[in-house]
Nanobody, 117 residues
Framework: QVHLVESGGGLVQPGGSLRLSCAGS????????MAWYRQAPGRQRELVAS???????NYDDSVKGRFTISRDNAKKTMYLQMNSLKPEDTAVYYC???????????WGQGTQVTVSS
């Protein structure tokens, strides 16, 4: 079964950094634009950053200049480098496709990021 596994979350102080990883499987990873999403308590899931099959990136204004999305198609892995973290970044972070998320890959459990002093 095609699946994704998120990892790298944790508790960090404001201004700190974390790097999230999204590990894929199968032969389909390299043919899809991918994205990181997040969902905070009481909020809807939102798009954080996306990356095309060839590495073109896009970011939500709230994380622009602080987060960097990347992918390694050979390793079937996507990353999100998060710097200068803020309390409002606290959420469960998920990876999935940029378009029609939840179709090629099921939504997983995500990885918890908590920014607090």
């Amino acid at each position: 079964q095609v699946h994704l596994v998120e990892s790298g979350g944790g508790l960090v102080q404001p201004g700190g950094s974390l790097r999230l990883s999204c590990a894929g499987s199968g032969s389909r990873f390299s043919f899809a634009a991918m994205a990181w999403y997040r969902q905070a308590p009481g909020r809807q899931r939102e798009l954080v950053a996306s990356i095309t099959t060839v590495g073109t990136t896009n970011y939500d204004d709230s994380v622009k200049g602080r987060f960097t999305i990347s992918r390694d198609n050979a390793k079937k892995t996507m990353y999100l480098q998060m710097n200068s973290l803020k309390p409002e970044d606290t959420a469960v972070y998920y990876c999935n496709t940029r378009f029609s998320p939840g179709t090629m890959y099921y939504w997983g459990q995500g990885t918890q990021v908590t920014v607090s002093s």
